[in-house]
């Protein structure tokens, strides 16, 4: 009795240790098999996730609300420009400009995207004063929404890239030739510069990525789509404010209301690039950047792509625009068949990418207006 109870103890021992090491040695494998469990997403944390990327103000693109299909007539795209001392007037503002821009060219040449050197550009801009400031100013302004002073030009080159800075010194170059005190034309003018900034931007972005081979020239060209609004505007403050102010797209009666004066900013601004000695492409483009919305590409002469470019460029700023103020009863009208083919797009809606989104001013939420305070009745003392 005494043995067989011993040989059982010694068995339960036995079978006691075999169970303890197959515990350490399953231990790890069992902690293994577990890991890839604990460390795969949530399906639920994912789906949230690509919703919060999708509904980003930054990344989502917005409604094309206020588009609707081109059915208008171009007539007026065509209207002659007038003629005697009303030309003269304007292209007397055009030779200030030009005079600008020619003790300017040395700067302006060295902002191409392939050899931009800050350092040296830097250098150019601060041996011109009146340039390094009004830099300094730009880059603080609100439209940039810095969250410091930047007190460096070269910071400030460095911070805004070959584009922002170009724009600067052509802004310094092409804006008010004399001192205007009206407070309305100083707001239209910072307003249609911002709007000229944003699709110079844009259209970089859109020439980049559409393969185009001059996204700088592009870009130029995009700055200056709106050139005629500001030498009229320099020239007859009180009736170019009437037909453009506010900036907004220039719609079809705002072409034909030009027509009637003889005073077609588009072509305006290509006789004044063309004073300016610009490139005969960049001219052309300026002249015809309306016409996608109105007739077909074969009905005009020119670079169609960056014509194109510049146009979608300008529709996707008067959008986002619009959509930041509520605009209502306003329309923007889509290419004609034939135009976004000519840069290898079918829609508009394929242009909405990544880069395009960011190169778009970011808008604020317009201010609440304070409630009004109640009147306290005066206490008894």
Same mark, same amino acid.
């Given at each position: 009795m005494g043995t067989a109870i011993l040989v059982l103890l010694v068995l339960l021992i036995i079978a006691l240790g075999w169970n303890i090491v197959s515990s350490a040695q399953d231990t790890p494998a069992k902690r293994t098999r577990r890991k890839p469990?604990?460390?795969?997403?949530? /399906?639920?944390?994912?789906?949230?996730?690509?919703?919060?990327? =999708?509904?980003?103000? !930054?990344? =989502?693109?917005?409604?094309?609300?206020?588009?609707?299909? =081109?059915?208008?007539?171009?007539?007026?795209?065509?209207?002659?420009?007038?003629?005697? #001392?009303?030309?003269?007037? &304007?292209? +007397?503002?055009?030779?200030?400009?030009?005079?600008?821009? =020619? %003790?300017?060219?040395?700067? &302006? %040449?060295?902002?191409?995207?392939?050899?931009? #050197?800050?350092?040296?550009?830097?250098?150019?801009?601060?041996?011109? /004063?009146?340039?390094?400031?009004?830099?300094?100013?730009t880059v603080n302004s609100p439209f940039y929404g810095l969250s410091q002073q930047i007190a460096s030009v070269f910071r400030a080159i460095v911070l805004l890239g070959h584009v922002e800075v170009r724009n600067i010194i052509w802004r310094t170059c092409v804006g008010q030739t004399e001192s205007i005190e009206d407070v309305r034309v100083n707001m239209f &003018? +910072? +307003?249609?510069?911002?709007?000229?900034?944003?699709?110079?931007?844009?259209a970089y972005v859109i020439a980049k990525e559409r393969g185009l081979s001059e996204p700088d020239s592009v870009s130029t060209t995009a700055l200056l789509h709106d050139i005629g609004k500001l030498i009229c505007v320099n020239t007859w403050p009180e009736k170019a404010l009437g037909i453009y102010n506010p900036v907004a797209f220039s719609s079809s009666r705002v072409l034909a209301e030009e027509a009637e004066l003889g005073m077609n900013h588009a072509a305006l601004g290509a006789e004044v690039a063309q004073s300016w000695g610009l490139p005969g492409e960049t001219c052309s483009t300026v002249r015809h950047y309306h016409a996608p919305s109105y007739v077909g590409p074969d009905e005009i002469q020119g670079d169609r792509a960056q014509i194109t470019v510049v146009h979608v460029a300008d529709l996707i700023c008067h959008n986002a625009a619009m959509?930041? !103020?509520?605009? !209502?009863? !306003?329309?923007?009208?889509l290419p004609r068949d034939g135009w976004l083919q000519t840069i290898g797009v079918n829609n508009l809606q394929e242009l909405f990418t990544p880069g395009v989104m960011k190169a778009l001013p970011r808008s604020k939420p317009p201010a609440k207006a304070a409630a009004p305070q109640e009147k306290k009745e005066p206490q008894p003392a």
């Open positions: 469990a604990k460390s795969k997403a949530n /399906p639920t944390q994912q789906k949230r996730k690509a919703v919060t990327r =999708a509904t980003d103000p !930054a990344m =989502a693109a917005p409604a094309l609300d206020y588009f609707k299909p =081109a059915v208008e007539d171009g007539e007026f795209l065509f209207a002659k420009q007038s003629a005697g #001392d009303s030309m003269n007037e &304007l292209m +007397d503002q055009a030779e200030m400009v030009s005079q600008k821009l =020619a %003790s300017r060219q040395n700067i &302006l %040449s060295g902002f191409s995207d392939a050899d931009y #050197d800050p350092k040296k550009v830097s250098e150019l801009v601060l041996s011109d /004063p009146g340039l390094a400031a009004e830099v300094l100013k &003018l +910072d +307003d249609l510069w911002q709007h000229s900034f944003s699709v110079s931007r844009v959509q930041s !103020a509520d605009v !209502a009863n !306003a329309v923007l009208y």
